[in-house]
């Protein structure tokens, strides 16, 4: 068994009557690609503003390569792209990720952008181009060159295929394959169950905060006696809540 990567452990979240995480158990092992599912408002986006600081949880922990969330050497050990990413509109593309890597510790290389700008479908010439002149798939694809290039051991995305054309998506995937193979980890929220099948080592399905299934897609499928994905995660969160297994 593999090291642990995240840990989460009763993490809960009001906000004020809304309970947004109820008491959120679960571990994320390292080197896995593990997929979070669930409908708008089930408190994905919340979760991963707890592990990152961005909100406070009310009760319990989370650790991050067995360091707790809160020390900023934790969150050292890793990249985060947001769902709804807006890089600063006056910088260019390579004056965003001369800073992004500037922040992560890390050196601008001409060869390794150049690289992972072929790798993502993404034209070079936005390199010299203002971020406000990009549209929303190019905007993706520079904050994921971002990401990528930080080369760090654990990546969190929130929907990181948002705004990708068919072509970019296949290659994005590619690109998150490779890196589990690299003894990577990958956490990362989807509502393409179709992907979470494909990729994920193990996914979570959270619902109304409460984690209702861990475990691999293949088991969701066997579970609600189904081979769609789709129909699987309809079942799963209409059943009656259950404890979910954490490992």
Known sequence: MNATALSFNRVRKTFGTHVALADFTLEVHEGELFGLVGVNGAGKTTLIKCLLDFASADSGSISVFGRPHLQTAARRELAFLPERFLPPYYLTGRDFL???????????????????????????????????????????????????????????????????????????????????????????????LADVEQLCDRMAVLHGGVVRYVGTPTELLSRHDTDDMEQAFLRCIDEEPQAAPTA
């Open 98 to 192: 001369g800073y992004m890597l500037k922040l992560h510790r890390g050196t601008y290389s001409t060869e390794r952008t150049r690289t992972m700008f072929e790798s993502l479908d993404l034209d070079l010439r936005a390199l010299e181009l203002p971020v406000r002149s990009f549209s929303k798939g190019m905007t993706q694809k520079l904050g994921l060159a971002a990401c990528l290039l930080s080369d760090k051991r654990l990546y969190v995305f929130d929907e990181p295929t948002s705004g990708l054309d068919p072509k970019a998506r296949a290659l994005l995937k590619r690109q998150l394959l490779a890196l589990r193979t690299a003894g990577r980890t990958l956490f990362l929220t989807s509502h393409l």
